[in-house]
């Protein structure tokens, strides 16, 4: 559906949200485009046009998991987590910022005793200083990590523990979301599903907009 979203809309029987991070709430998606072509590259590899959409839902450990799988490396997954944490975490503590209007939009929330949490595949060691940094981590209750959870993205089960943990009802939480696999997982959780706008996934926009119940381009909208 992705229809526009508009004040009256969610705000309507609406108690909790759920905020995946990069490409959602940060924009963050170009550290990982570097990411991704040095480590490759590195090992004689291009980035192959599905990379980004099989390893986004996934969390590190099991996105190391199918680099080595899919690229036949002879690497331990934990090692490669550990190169890409160092490669990324420089522009996380100092170049890693909101989205546009974002920081506005969590404090209109906020304002309006909306529980709020973050469900995130991201790791803990990177983006805790970018919310700190931002002044955002103040709005969040909870933070769930997809590796705390048995399935990646695709599924609902991180958002259905996001909304446990701060004690909201899927069918009165809205989910923001900007990649394929995270608007599917949480629909079939049957949550209120909000599409965001990454430029990564435009060429899923169109799907993304079909599976969610709204669509917004940027915070401001909202505002």
């Known amino acids: 559906m992705g229809v526009l979203m508009n004040r009256e809309n969610w705000l309507k029987n609406i108690e909790g949200a759920v905020f995946d991070l990069d490409g959602t709430l940060l924009d963050s998606s170009w550290v990982w485009e570097k990411v991704d072509e040095k480590f490759l590259g590195d090992r004689g590899?291009?980035?192959?046009?599905?990379?980004?959409?099989?390893?986004?839902?996934?969390g590190a450990e099991?996105?190391?998991?199918y680099t080595i799988e899919r690229f036949g490396l002879n690497e331990d997954k934990d090692d490669i987590v550990r190169e890409w944490i160092e490669m990324a975490k420089k522009e996380y503590a100092t170049e890693v910022v909101c989205k546009p209007y974002a920081k506005e939009f969590l404090e209109e929330l906020h304002k309006l005793n909306i529980k709020m949490a973050v469900a995130t595949s991201s790791d803990r060691e990177l983006?805790?200083?970018?919310?700190?940094?931002?002044?955002?981590?103040?709005?969040?209750?909870?933070?769930?990590?997809?590796?705390?959870?048995?399935?990646?993205?695709?599924?609902p089960d991180i958002y259905e523990e996001a909304a446990r943990r701060i004690k909201v009802n899927p069918h009165k939480?809205?989910?923001?979301?900007d990649i394929l696999a995270g608007?599917?997982?949480?629909?079939l959780g049957e949550f209120n599903v909000v599409a965001v706008f990454?430029?990564?996934?435009k060429h899923n926009w169109e799907k993304i907009k079909s599976i969610s119940k709204y669509s917004i381009n940027d915070y401001k909208e909202l505002l």
Do not use: N, W
């Not at 608007?183 to 629909?187: E, K, R």
């Not at 990454?198 to 996934?201: G, L």
């Open 183 to 187: 608007v599917t997982g949480a629909s």
């Open 62 to 65: 099991r996105a190391a998991v």
């Open 127 to 155: 983006f805790m200083k970018t919310l700190e940094r931002e002044g955002i981590l103040k709005y969040f209750q909870k933070i769930v990590t997809v590796d705390e959870v048995e399935r990646g993205k695709g599924y």
């Open 198 to 201: 990454d430029e990564k996934s």
């Open 45 to 58: 590899f291009q980035v192959p046009d599905d990379y980004v959409d099989e390893i986004s839902p996934l």
């Open 173 to 177: 939480c809205l989910v923001f979301e």
